[in-house]
């Protein structure tokens, strides 16, 4: 049986809502072409301005409620609204098992199909491009061993990622290419230039101690 998840609920398994159909557009691709005066064209700097981006989906999902009488599925589809409506939220949908998309959902009006049955659509038309993984990545480098470290960490996502890194010790990370330094906390914390790309990404440590990197995939 199709169902979509919220945060680990399976909307079947609780509500007794059935997925019937779902339409969810491709991203918009998001290029960088400049005109050339005198050159009777354009020239496309999409890569030289660090890759191709892309514009939000519009995802649309269409429910059955199938458990109890009329008077019950009524009452789970004002939970329902209750939980999720007007509310940003990460929902899992049956043919992309751990990864989520993310948005700020609606739920449509209950739709008459026959008799007492009805359905209704749960929706967003401005849901985050990319695909995010769950539950997200942690890795571990034991660092104990000399003051200086180099490190490498593969992202096999398509979006670049800013990952939350901690640290057990004293000491600083840096990106591989730049010169901006960061004092390393015992918190998970965000910083502007340690990010993950489509590569092998390499960052310079300086102390002793755990240094964790916490992020998700991000794919199309």
Request: with cysteine; charged share 25%.
């Amino acid at each position: 049986m199709r169902q979509l998840k919220i945060k680990s609920i399976g909307l079947l398994e609780h509500w007794g809502f059935l997925l019937t159909q779902k339409t969810i557009s491709q991203p918009e691709p998001k290029d960088y072409i400049v005109e050339v005066p005198g050159r009777n064209g354009s020239v496309d700097l999409t890569e030289s301005m660090g890759g191709v981006r892309y514009g939000d989906r519009e995802v649309e999902f269409v429910l059955l409620p199938i458990e109890g009488d009329y008077t019950q599925r009524m009452k789970n589809y004002y939970e329902l609204v209750r939980f999720i409506h007007g509310k940003v939220n990460d929902i899992e949908e049956p043919d992309r098992p751990g990864e989520v998309l993310r948005g700020r959902w609606k739920v449509g009006e209950p739709s008459k199909i026959n008799g007492d049955l009805f359905s209704f659509k749960l929706f967003c038309k401005n849901v985050y491009p990319y695909y995010i993984s769950v539950p997200p990545h942690e890795i571990t480098y034991n660092l104990n061993s000399g003051d200086s470290h180099d490190i490498s960490v593969d992202y096999n996502g398509v979006g670049t990622v800013w990952p939350l890194v901690k640290f057990t010790g004293n000491g600083t990370i840096t990106a591989e290419g730049d010169n901006i330094n960061y004092n390393l906390t015992s918190s998970y914390t965000r910083y502007d230039h340690i990010r993950l790309s489509k590569t092998v990404n390499n960052f310079k440590i300086q102390g002793n101690g755990d240094l964790t990197f916490l992020y998700s995939n991000e794919s199309l």
